[in-house]
Antibody
Framework: QVQLVESGGGLVKPGGSLRLSCAAS????????MTWIRQAPGKGLEWVSY????????YYADSVKGRFTISRDNVFSSLYLEMNSLRAEDTAVYYC????????????WGQGTLVTVSS | DIQMTQSPSTLSAYVGDRVTITCRAS??????VAWYQQKTGKAPKLLIY???SLESGVPSRFSGSGSGTEFTLTISNLQPDDFATYYC?????????FGGGTKVEIK
């Protein structure tokens, strides 16, 4: 079955950096677009970033553009999110999610990893 | 950006009730809408895509409808397992956007 397992979250000071990883299994990773979505404590869902199968198309939410970098390794079936210049408002649970083959909705999600930005 | 306005934000209902959640898009998005269920402390789960298509394995008491700018998620015969927060999402344009969520509580 499809499994997405995030890691790399933790406590970081404002202005700091963190790299999140998402290990995928149970499907052919290179066949799917992937995405990161976050959820601040007690708040709703916010889409963060998208990457195409071969990483030739990438999108970011305006709130993270220029600070976050999405990437993938199809050999190791892994998705990454490099986060720099972190702010308090980046505090959230970060989910990696698989995008359906036919359209840009999310058919499988990881369990999430918590990022806390605080001094 | 397309705004997705969901209502109500909270809904109280009894087991066995029929409940309806509405999502309104700020511009035309055809039927490019998905609905998700999220339970406390868990990842969201896909329920409906393309406004009315039921994801495999999702109980048939869940249904979706709508097109253009108005969309609804209906849960008929509400079950104890259905008490959760529900989100709509548009995927017609980037940035992909979600509604603010509707929490379905036990009355």
């Amino acid at each position: 079955q499809v499994q997405l397992v995030e890691s790399g979250g933790g406590l970081v000071k404002p202005g700091g950096s963190l790299r999140l990883s998402c290990a995928a299994s149970g499907f052919t990773f290179s066949d799917y677009y992937m995405t990161w979505i976050r959820q601040a404590p007690g708040k709703g869902l916010e889409w963060v970033s998208y990457i195409s199968r071969s990483a030739d198309t990438i999108y970011y939410a305006d709130s993270v553009k220029g600070r976050f970098t999405i990437s993938r390794d199809n050999v190791f079936s892994s998705l990454y999110l490099e986060m720099n210049s972190l702010r308090a408002e980046d505090t959230a649970v970060y989910y990696c999610a698989r995008i359906d083959e036919m359209a840009d909705y999310f058919d499988n999600w990881g369990q999430g990893t918590l990022v806390t930005v605080s001094s | 950006d397309i705004q997705m306005t969901q209502s109500p934000s909270t809904l109280s209902a009894y087991v066995g009730d029929r409940v309806t959640i509405t999502c309104r898009a700020s511009q035309y998005i055809s039927t490019w809408v998905a609905w998700y269920q999220q339970k406390t402390g868990k990842a969201p789960k896909l329920l409906i895509y393309k406004a009315s298509s039921l994801e495999s394995g999702v109980p048939s008491r869940f249904s979706g409808s709508g097109s253009g700018t108005e969309f609804t998620l209906t849960i008929s015969n509400l079950q104890p397992d259905d008490f959760a927060t529900y989100y709509c999402q548009q995927y017609n344009f980037y940035p992909l956007t979600f509604g603010g969520g509707t929490k379905v509580e036990i009355k």
